[in-house]
Nanobody, 116 residues
Framework: QVTLVESGGGWVQPGGSLRLSCVAN????????MTWWRQVPGQLREIVAS????????DYIDRTERRFVMSRDRTKNTIYLQMNSLKTEDTAKYTC?????????WGRGTQVTVSS
């Protein structure tokens, strides 16, 4: 059973930074893709950033405006989302997802709240 555990969320003032982590209980090497999603209650879940493990390309949604950086540490089976210059509209529950062996696996998510 693949498990993903996120951490690093919390409350931060506008303009602040947070780094989210997602630890997998397996090697990330055979994973096809790794994605950070976010969702606000009452709205559809949206992709924040997605990493293609075959060519290391990373796609970001436009709204992050280069404020967010996704990365991975193979030695720690961990993916990260560094979020800078946070805005109130970044408030959401952030969840990591991997696509592996034809299946999607999800973490439980971590809440990020940006407010003054």
């Amino acid at each position: 059973q693949v498990t993903l555990v996120e951490s690093g969320g919390g409350w931060v003032q506008p303009g602040g930074s947070l780094r989210l982590s997602c630890v997998a209980n397996m090697s990330l090497d055979p994973v096809f893709s790794m994605t950070w999603w976010r969702q606000v209650p009452g709205q559809l879940r949206e992709i924040v950033a997605s990493l293609n493990n075959r060519d290391d390309s990373i796609d970001y949604i436009d709204r992050t405006e280069r404020r967010f950086v996704m990365s991975r540490d193979r030695t720690k089976n961990t993916i990260y989302l560094q979020m800078n210059s946070l805005k109130t509209e970044d408030t959401a529950k952030y969840t990591c997802n991997i696509f592996y062996d034809g299946l999607n696996f999800w973490g439980r998510g971590t809440q990020v709240t940006v407010s003054s």
